[in-house]
């Protein structure tokens, strides 16, 4: 379009900025284009820069003095400052916030600008502007311990007709407090734990109390031993995520008991405990463990963490189960043996080194499963006299939590 009103030739059109709605105006020059004043035809100079000389009076002023340059009407940005923020936040990590920095607009409107705030990454993520549409703002986030989060952020500010970026700032968020240190917490009788700051899961191992041996048959001799007992169940893996300053529960079972953890949001996890070993053995059959059968002659081998059987009047009494390896932490942990069935021969072995313990012999009692290992007693060995010989006490369990 043209205005028709011409300075050396070119139309002024070509010289001034159009106004925009809501733009602030000069006052009515009382020279019109149209049927419209110039004045509600082009950018008052405030809004851009003045065009300068026109030769072109209005009120006695020249009109290039009144009007903005086209072109010149862009939003003017203000600069802005790098932020950061630094505060020990905790070791389980922790938000950080940043000190401020403002921006501003000019030109174009002269007013109602809007400001867009982008942030971007050079380490980090989950950070967000404390005021991100406001001409003020700084850069807040949860941090890890000892990390610092970085990156580079600027402002979009516009006026509803042009947008103008200020410049790229730096901006970098630090959690002074250290990491958390993982600890290894081993238990042989029932305790609690208070889960601390920067803990999340824990892996675990959960040893049943080991069952007790069997007693040798009383009566007249010959009569059968006792079977060995069983290894306490053996359990490992990793909880689910604790919660911080929640307690806790640990249960360490003693012989013929289950061992628990339980609390503090993590998912309860039982470990049952071995089952005695049968003291009901004759001079046909032997008595048997907790995962054997007592047949004549000898019970069967115990299957894993199984206690062996005993004896009948004459043959070898069986030997218990392996129990279960578990490695925590570097830490091998061999739990839940079967204790050997007893004899008048050969005495059956316990899986000792799981922590079962060794059948008895002829007149003797089964050794006892070793202390927190969840170990079977070994059963009671035939007897030979009026005295009838007694299963070894069966381990007590075992609770070990790494996190």
Known sequence: MTANIQKNGTDIDSLFEPTHSGWPTASTTHIQSGGTDLASKYAIASSGSAYGTTNIQANGTDIGTIFASLGSCSVVAGAISAVSGSAAAGAGGGTVTSGTTTTSGSKGKQSGYTFTWHLSYTTGSGVSFTAGSSATTG??????????????????????????????????????????????????????LVVPTGATTYQYLVVGGGGNGGTSAGGTFPGGSGGGGGGGQVKSGTTGTATVGQTITITVGAAGVASSISGAGITTVSSTFGVAGT?????????????????????????????????????????????????????????????????????????????????????????????????????????????????????????????
């Open 139 to 192: 850069v807040t986030g949860t941090i890890p311990a000892a990390t610092t989060y970085s990156g580079t952020m600027y402002c979009g500010v516009s006026d509803g007709n042009t947008t103008t970026n200020t410049n790229t700032v730096a901006w970098s968020l630090q959690n002074t407090s250290s990491a958390y240190t993982p600890s290894l917490h081993v238990y042989t009788s029932s305790s609690t």
């Open 279 to 403: 003291g009901t053995g004759s001079s046909t059959s032997g008595g048997g463990g907790a995962s054997g059968s007592g047949n004549a002659g000898g019970g069967a081998v115990g299957s894993a963490g199984g206690g062996g059987g005993g004896d009948s009047a004459i043959g070898s009494g069986r030997t218990g189960g392996n129990g279960t390896s578990v490695t925590i932490n570097g830490n091998t942990y061999l739990k839940g043996g079967g204790g050997g069935g007893g004899s008048s021969a050969g005495a059956g072995g316990g899986a000792t080194t799981y922590g079962g313990g060794n059948g008895g012999g002829p007149n003797a009692g089964g050794s006892p499963g070793t202390a927190n290992s969840g170990g079977g007693g070994g059963g009671g060995g035939n007897r030979t006299s009026s005295t009838n010989d007694g299963g070894g006490a069966g381990g007590s369990g075992y609770v070990v939590l790494y996190g």
